[in-house]
T-cell receptor, first 113, second 112 residues
């Protein structure tokens, strides 16, 4: 069964550093998403991406965050100047159609120290 | 924006019993409601979904019901097994179809 692949599985970074979380969506999917889950809390929407542009973003997704699809297979989330409160599990997801059939990756656990 | 509430937060059942998890949503324009199972160290996995033009959907031991008027939907698992133990999330997709809003999750424990 096709999978969404995320790397690394765990990233530890110093506060103030920049991190890039990487995702390889399912190859024929057209819609891409990032979500995060702070320990013990809800899974929260960050951003959706279609046709090489952001189609929706949440209040969390401020200027500190950016997304990119640098080639035909990767989808990245960049977090600049990380803060302690950015520590969370970050999930990438993709879907073939809009609003249905989301497939999630296994996540990247980001720890900011 | 959309708000999804989920109950209970934890649920413990005996193997073979049924489990029911309930969710309510606030945005009447939401039209797609997936349910996810999350096992330790893994991402959410879609287990069943329902569209707003359908009242009920069943897949083997799992069923979902939707009441659009009351804006609530429920997950029913029959004949529970220990491997059903996980965290279950309900979610609602906005009208534009580009954002999932999750409920708070239910930790289901099935005791052998």
């Amino acid at each position: 069964e096709p999978e969404v692949t995320q790397t690394p599985s765990h990233q530890v970074t110093q506060m103030g550093q920049e991190v890039i979380l990487r995702c390889v969506p399912i190859s024929n999917h057209l819609y891409f998403y990032w979500y995060r889950q702070i320990l013990g809390q809800k899974v929260e929407f960050l951003v959706s991406f279609y046709n090489n542009e952001i189609s929706e973003k949440s209040e969390i997704f401020d200027d500190q965050f950016s997304v990119e699809r640098p080639d035909g297979s990767n989808f990245t989330l960049k977090i600049r100047s990380t803060k302690l409160e950015d520590s969370a599990m970050y999930f990438c997801a993709s879907s073939l159609g809009q609003g249905r059939g989301y497939t999630f990756g296994s996540g990247t656990r980001l720890t900011v120290v | 924006g959309e708000n999804v509430e989920q109950h209970p937060s934890t649920l413990s059942v005996q193997e073979g019993d049924s489990a029911v998890i309930k969710c309510t949503y606030s945005d009447s324009a939401s039209n797609y409601f997936p349910w996810y199972k999350q096992e330790l160290g893994k991402g959410p996995q879609l287990i069943i979904d329902i569209r707003s033009n359908v009242g009920e959907k069943k897949d083997q031991r799992i069923a979902v019901t939707l009441n659009k008027t009351a804006k609530h939907f429920s997950l029913h698992i029959t004949e529970t097994q220990p491997e059903d133990s996980a965290v279950y999330f309900c979610a609602a997709v906005n009208n534009a179809g580009n954002m999932l809003t999750f409920g708070g999750g239910t930790r289901l424990m099935v005791k052998p």
